[in-house]
């Protein structure tokens, strides 16, 4: 009579099912996401934000800067300028379509780096007339 010792996995089923229910249960409470913040816009016109800092990475890599430009090593001396007496620290970054990426993320951590609190980036698709 030989008899194998084979282990009892009905316990180890039991913890599986059990860890299994915990994880279903905490993934809904972790999931991370963004807080947005919409701009404010005055009651009279009802379309031109109050207050609201634009900047805008062109192709060439100057930075538009609510319509005045600076080259890309300006940029910061002019955020913390701007932002030195500014309560609301909130920007709104864009970019040419042909601009690369690891740009506009420099040019974020320049605004962060300014005192810049709240980022947001504007998701147009802008590309250059005539092209």
């Known amino acids: 009579m030989s008899s194998s010792a084979e282990p009892n996995v009905v316990p180890l089923c039991d913890i599986l099912l059990v860890l299994l229910i915990i994880f279903m249960v905490i993934t809904p409470l972790s999931q991370k996401g963004m807080d947005i913040k919409l701009p404010e816009t005055s009651a009279e016109s ?54 690369p990426f690891y740009k506009v993320i420099e040019l974020i951590d320049i605004a962060k780096g300014a005192g810049v609190n709240i980022t947001g980036l504007i998701p147009e698709y802008i590309e250059e007339e005539g092209i």
């Not at 009802?46 to 060439?60: E, S």
């Not at 890599?61 to 609301?88: C, G, H, M, P, W």
Request: net charge neutral; charged share 25%; no cysteine.
């Open 46 to 99: 009802g379309a031109t934000p109050v207050g609201l800092v634009v900047m805008t990475l062109q192709t060439d890599l100057s930075v538009d800067i609510n319509k005045t430009i600076y080259a890309f090593d300006q940029v910061e001396d002019e955020l913390r300028r701007i932002y030195s007496a500014r309560q609301d620290k909130t920007i709104f970054i864009r970019a040419y379509a042909k601009v």
